[in-house]
């Protein structure tokens, strides 16, 4: 069925013809903007009051019970698995089509990471691959929400609830994205989020963590400004200095006001700007729909797809060009384009260090050597659009 297109174009720069496209471009307007201006002159440009403000306005968004901001969504993975209390030698499952950081993240952590493959339909991992993966030694389970797409949170809390394992969500693609009426990142132990430069809001580079339970919040806090008792950024503070005590071996992962003064105003339009990403991802759905090429499969029932990425599969026996002769007369095209994801078992370092073999996970190999993401951003005016549509249909014919 068609789905109408209503074509609300948001405001921004318009792009000329000879320009290149850059995949993942933010929108960035005028009120964030000014915002930084604001921390700027004030002189308060790290952790302080914007930051404050943009987890209190998160965790509403989330309806989450805590929020901790922080520089990068890898830094919510790290430090939720330092939270579960993971001894060396523990074993965490996750999906290998997922970025580095999800793994790099457990090995950082001391544990060991074991994929599980996933579902060929909705790219997300295969509870029933993740069953068949649990030994005594297994302690948690990251379920990555792929290219803002709910995985099956219903069978992947039941098999944690079972095996009283801890279920780390990763919303890097996932902020909108909601699941049987529940938002994504409030469904598990804890819910990791990214707003890096590509994603869905920005502040450039920074995360967030949304935790279940008072005590976690508190220790990631601790733990992401160098181990410092609770609320240390507050010691310059105009009430008086504050002596602080370091009561563990903590990071540098503490978000600035610069980045908070970004998200406040991103997270204002997250609504407008997944409007204008659904209408994209419908007007490619359609513009492709005769096409050989695989198309992403629709949103399940009861979900919301946060359309973080429109992934196109290039099946060099149907299309007649390999993946990557596609990407590359793309970018010369001046469409930029991305691949999500080769998968984790297809990298040297992950080969030499864990002996993976990638006839293990015949799906996420299949799906890493034939992805293409096509640009999806609300930043994209109608000659963007159609820019891509049709440089895709030239490489095509």
């Known amino acids: 069925m068609k789905v109408p297109v209503l074509l ?4 921004g720069p318009v792009r000329t013809k000879d320009d290149f496209l850059v995949f993942g471009s933010p929108m960035i307007e005028d009120a964030e903007i000014q915002e930084v201006v604001k921390s700027l002159k004030s002189g308060w440009l790290g952790t302080g009051p914007k930051v404050a403000q943009f987890e209190n306005d998160f965790k509403a968004y989330k309806n989450a019970s805590y929020a901790v901001a922080l520089n990068s969504c890898t830094a919510a993975l790290h430090l939720s698995m330092l939270a579960s209390e993971l001894d060396p030698g523990d074993e965490v499952i996750t999906t290998p089509l997922t970025f ?12 060991k990471p074991v994929l599980a493959d996933v579902d060929p339909m909705t790219m997300n991992i295969d509870p029933a691959q993740v069953e068949a993966k649990i030994t005594p030694k297994t302690k948690a389970i990251i379920a990555v929400h792929f290219a803002g ?22 919303c890097a693609h996932a902020i909108e994205t909601e699941y049987k009426g529940r938002k994504a990142g409030t469904l598990g132990d804890f819910g990791c989020f990214s ?11 920074g995360g967030m963590v949304l935790c279940r339970e008072e005590s976690d919040a508190s220790r990631i806090k601790v ?12 010691r310059f503070g105009d009430d008086g200095y504050k002596h602080y005590y370091v009561t563990e071996c903590g990071f540098k992962y503490n978000m600035m006001d610069l980045q908070g003064a970004i998200g406040l105003h991103q997270l204002k339009r997250v609504d407008k700007y997944w409007y204008r990403r659904q209408e994209i991802w419908h007007r490619y759905n359609d513009a492709f729909a005769d096409w050989p090429i695989g198309l992403p499969a629709s949103p399940e ?4 797809h946060a359309y973080h990425l429109y992934t196109v599969l290039i099946d060099e026996a149907k299309v007649g060009l390999s993946r990557d002769e596609f ?7 001046n469409i930029g384009v991305g691949v999500h994801y080769l998968s984790i078992p297809e990298h040297p370092y992950y080969q030499q260090k864990f002996g993976w073999d990638i006839s293990k996970y015949p799906v996420a190999t299949k799906i890493g050597r034939q992805t293409v993401s096509l640009p999806l951003s609300a930043k994209l005016t109608e000659s963007d659009v159609e820019d891509v549509i049709k440089a895709v249909k030239k490489i095509l014919n």
């Open 8 to 11: 609300t174009q948001l405001n």
């Open 100 to 111: 580095c950081a999800t793994v790099n993240t457990i090995i950082h952590a001391g544990a």
């Open 149 to 170: 797409r709910s995985c099956d949170m219903d069978a992947l809390c039941l098999i944690a609830k079972r095996h009283n394992l801890k279920l780390i969500e990763d």
């Open 195 to 205: 707003f890096y430069v590509t994603k869905n809001i920005v502040t450039g580079e």
């Open 223 to 234: 733990l992401a400004l160098h181990g410092m008792s609770k609320d240390a950024w507050k």
């Open 301 to 304: 029932m009861n979900t919301r």
């Open 327 to 333: 990407l590359n007369r793309m970018t010369a095209e």
